[in-house]
């Protein structure tokens, strides 16, 4: 059956819904850009930059947190059957998640001046490059649910490929992690605790993005006989 028949209970708003979804999403994966960008200036110590793009990231979040429950609104409203509504109010949880990461991962720098050497020894590892890992896991969901309205194997092929993304991204959490922890400048340990936590908000990006991806595959189970 083909997945647009699975998503007939939404009738003419079946693309409506989907469009939503997918704008929320897009919303989300703006505010993570902007937080790569504000670790862009963060290893440059140029703090006022920093705080720009907090800024911009703060406002992102606020929008999506109001279309997001503008949108619950609607799948409350609808008449859904094995489970559909409540899996499609978890994705759109999940992608509201996304956007809260950004901003919290965000707000530990807008918050906090971190000494220039504790910065740079950061930045000793791929700060970058983890940050825009979890990046393209959201990128990978968005392609997943796209592919909604396709066919199965390619939900299937690219949920897959959202989960090795995210592995990806938990090695090189793992890395950046160890290296801190060898504290090799005798750093002040409240200091390595806050990148710590600001690593492990970033790292919520890539998880939220294999949670959705589940959803996904539970969606594509319900809807092709």
Known sequence: MPISDFFSFLGSGEQQILNRILALLDSSIDSTEHLLTLVKYLKTCDYEAVDRQFTVIDGIEKKIDDEHRALVRVLCKGSFFGGIREDLLSLSELIENISDASKHSAM?????????????????????????????????LREAIVALEKNKEEVLSTAEKVEEKETEADGIHHSIVQHLYKNEIDAKSLDIILLKDFLSLVDKIADMSEHGSDILLILVAKGYS
């Open 108 to 140: 530990v720098f807008h918050d906090l001046r971190l000494p220039k050497e504790v910065i740079d020894y950061f930045f000793m590892v791929d700060v970058e490059s983890f940050v825009s890992t979890c990046i393209s896991a959201a990128r990978l």
